[in-house]
């Protein structure tokens, strides 16, 4: 199994197990199962497995959702031909038919730069927060999804 695999994995397994409130605590229960784990990669797989915080009994805590709500990204990503940009918006092109369910999974990752996604059959127009903000979002989106 890769690396990311096995990682994503552990993160799975630990956040069903016990209840987790910062991405600290997370990445310690990592190391205590011999996986490291760099905050920024820890970020970047929680967003693919779609997990979100949510308010319990004991406070905030990170789930991932099992029910259907949150579309993860990972499952997406072969669904992704390229991404491409202008300074002001993103294009991601699909496979046919699959621009809904992306739009869907970036919606849901509630990227912090990403204002929001409108779908069509086999792309998907992605429109940063900020007005000139296209190509840093562009950056982001390719290596989330994996693509050059």
Known sequence: MARAETRREAIREIL????????????RQLAARGIRAAQATLSRDMVALGVRRTAGTGGRRYVIDSDGGAL?????RQLVDSVDCNAVMVVVRTK????APVARA???????DLLGTVAGDDTVLVVP?????GNALARRLRRLLGVG
């Open 16 to 27: 069903a197990r016990r209840a987790v409130s910062t991405q600290e605590t997370l990445r």
């Open 106 to 112: 970036l919606d849901e990752a509630r990227l912090p």
């Open 129 to 133: 927060v900020a007005a000139h903000g």
């Open 72 to 76: 993860p990204i990972e499952p997406v």
């Open 96 to 99: 046919a038919g699959a621009a």
